[in-house]
Structures are given as C-alpha cells and as structure tokens.
C-alpha cells in the first residue's frame, strides 16, 4: 500500500475541560477520499483545524509529505501542499472570481530562496502565477464566470470558487469541510462530479453530511461523536456496524 501523504496519530485538542477531537488517528491517501461524518458537535472542524495548523493540538503528531508539522503556522503547512476550504463561505463577495483565487494563489508565495519561482524574473513567475489559477478555475468548472463578481454569482458556484482558491495553492491534500451544505440537489450532484474529478492525484479528507455524497465519494469512512471515533474502515463495514447504526445513522 502506498504510503499516506497526511498522517494523524493520537491527536487530542482541549478547549477547557472539553476534549473537541479525543486521540483520534487518521491516514489519507493519494486518490483516496477519507469521509468524516458524525453530529453537530463532534469535533470534525476542530479535526480539520487541527489538520491545517488552524490549531494546536493539545497532543498528538501530524506528518504531512513525510515531515512533522508541529509548529509550523498554516501558510508554511499549506506551502507542503495541504490545501483546505471552510465550512463557512469564505470569500471576497466584492472582488470577482479571478481575484479571489488569485489572492489565494498568492497568499502561498512568501519569498523562499528555495523555491525556484523566486529567481525568475518577477514577469515570468507572475504568468506561473496566472497559469495555475486559470488551471484552478478551469478545474473547478468557472472558466464562464472568471470576471463575474463572487458576491453574485449562485450559492454552488461560490463553494466551486472555493474549491478553486484552495486547488490555485496546488495542494497534494485537499481538506474539504462541508462543501456540500447549503446546495439543492443539481449543485450538490456538480459537486460530487468535482470531488470525484478531484479525487485523482490528490488525498481528501472530506467532512460532510450529505450522506448521499458520503457513500458515492468515500473510500474510507470515519464516525465521530463527542470528539471520538467510534467506528472507521470501509463505508460498508461502517454502515453495517451497529453502534453507528444506533449513534448517528438512526437506520
Ligand atoms: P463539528 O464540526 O463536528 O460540528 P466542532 O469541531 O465545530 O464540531 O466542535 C466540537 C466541539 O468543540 C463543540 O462542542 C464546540 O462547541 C467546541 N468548540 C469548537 N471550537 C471551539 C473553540 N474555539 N473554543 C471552545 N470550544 C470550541
Ligand atoms: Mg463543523
């Protein structure tokens, strides 16, 4: 089996006397999709926080592409090519699509004598740049609305846009934390045509409810309540398990 480009062990997050994610471990692998479900309450965003460096932890190690993350602050976490989006929209209403993603392009660069970008002369590094997010737009089905103003364009399309800020970053790990809330049913199914898409080349970590979703994307499933896992492997193993059954799918 190939080796998991993200690694969680034991991973633990305190906020007072309340344990949000209780030693929880989890693997993601490369065109693999790691599904996360469980009640409002149970610690998926703090996970997902935790994940990107949002968070300390208050224990517990996270290896992303074979190198510790531990103090590393998310802009240095998403350079190692992990790329999350929100649970909330998490856009400039204002600006149009490009800009948006083109922001978010940036917001990775930071100089770096390392990174070969830097000694390009400034007009070639700025058409890398472009070219990314034009691949990111294009990727995430927007090319239509790439002068659109983000602010009106529908509700879907903003989660796609989403999508297309964190893929402009070109992460090898996509943490997606409920990219299918809000939709009616023509979105949510563009949606998943996208995850799908999406699934090849990189690992995805995905928090959803959509449970339609859940069992068409997932290779792997994780049950959460009150901050642990109670159950996780394959989504029929984890459908037929009837703890899960009586905690949370209320078959
Ligand atoms: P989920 O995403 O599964 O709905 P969350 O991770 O958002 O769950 O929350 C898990 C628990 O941690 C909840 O009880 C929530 O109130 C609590 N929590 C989340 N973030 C904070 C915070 N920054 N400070 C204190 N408690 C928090
Ligand atoms: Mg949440």
Redesign the pocket.
């Known amino acids: 089996m190939s080796q998991p480009l993200l690694s969680a062990r034991n991973l633990t997050k305190r906020?007072?006397g309340?344990a949000?994610?209780n030693d929880v471990s989890v693997d993601l692998l490369r065109d693999r999709i790691h599904a996360v479900i469980?009640?409002?309450?149970?610690?998926?965003?703090?996970?997902t926080n935790l994940l990107s460096g949002d968070l300390p932890p208050t224990s517990g190690t996270i290896t992303l592409n074979g190198q510790a993350t531990a103090g590393h602050s998310p802009e240095s976490i998403s350079r190692l090519g992990l790329g999350r989006s929100y649970?909330k929209t998490n856009i400039f209403g204002p600006f149009t699509v490009w800009d948006n993603v083109r922001l978010a392009a940036q917001s990775r660069e930071g100089f770096s004598p390392w990174n070969p970008l830097n000694w390009l002369s400034p007009a070639h590094r700025l058409s890398g740049i472009n070219l990314r997010c034009e691949r990111a737009i294009e990727l995430a089905g927007l090319t239509h609305r790439t002068q659109t103003v983000a602010a009106t364009i529908s509700h879907g399309e903003q989660r796609q846009l989403e999508i297309a800020m964190t893929l402009a970053t070109e992460p090898t790990v996509l943490l997606l934390?409920e990219p299918l809330a809000g939709m009616g049913q023509a979105e949510a199914e563009r949606m998943v045509e996208l995850l799908l898409k999406l699934k090849k080349d990189h690992a995805m970590m995905l928090?959803e409810h959509d449970m339609d979703a859940v069992f068409t994307l997932a290779d792997q499933l994780t049950v959460?309540v009150n901050?642990q896992v109670i159950a996780s492997g394959s989504p029929e193993q984890v459908r037929a398990d009837p703890m899960v059954q009586a905690a949370y799918l209320g078959e």
């Open positions: 906020f007072g309340l949000a994610v469980g009640p409002n309450g149970a610690g998926k965003s703090t996970l649970q934390d928090v959460m901050g």
